[in-house]
């Protein structure tokens, strides 16, 4: 006669009891996973770039050629999505080199040239895919330019030190595509120097950039970017 075991009622309803609670431990985990990675694993991004601290009162005409300072910086900020989290990330570097030349306290020509090759941020891996033909391609295309030749006036800038906001016209090459964009701007003046920091936001599709969309959005660059710099200008 068959064995009747009664306990099989009993142990099925355990088995479910803990494959539920495997299950919202699961979910639970991947839950938390974006927030972990964010917050736990993932560097956060450098403050913007801003005129640092106080200035002196400016010791020197505004007109004049004005050549870019070893102490400058520029860099790219972008958001990346993971799952339903948003991150910041931000890379940078000190090549810069440029000049503006100003006359009757206008800008008459500027040029800005980055070389893309030598941003970093806190993420090799990060490095290398920008560095990549799937993004910026810096061994086809290494560095990228900002200039303009609109005049644009000066005499709103005190020799105190005090800043100025200004939107400055300016085309942008980057990827080998140059088009219009507009440069938002703090110039302040400053002892010997001029002292400019500002963004200009740009859309990645406009210059031919399209990072690859990774599955179930791990880490997807979001289409805009904004490239941001702080210019150290003397005379000479």
Known sequence: MPRVC????????????VAGVLAALLLAALAAAPWAYKNLLESPPQPALALPGDAAPATTDVDGSWTV????????????????????VNGRTPAVTGSADIAESRIRALHFSVDMATLRSDSPGRDEKFRSADALETGTFRTAELFSNVPVDLSGVPADGSPVHLEIPVHLTLKGVTRP??????????????????????R???????????????????PTATIEFLVHLAKG
Do not use: C
Request: no cysteine.
């Open 6 to 17: 009664h306990h099989d009622p009993v142990r099925k309803k355990g088995w479910a009891i």
């Open 69 to 88: 300072q070893s102490d400058s910086q520029a860099g790219y900020r972008v958001r990346q999505q993971l799952l339903w989290e948003m991150i910041d």
């Open 181 to 202: 964009a507009v440069a938002s701007v703090d110039v302040r003046r400053n002892g010997d120097r001029v002292d400019v920091a500002g963004t200009v936001g740009v």
């Open 204 to 222: 990645l599709l406009d210059f031919n950039v399209d990072p690859p969309k990774p599955f179930m959005s791990l880490l997807e660059v979001q």
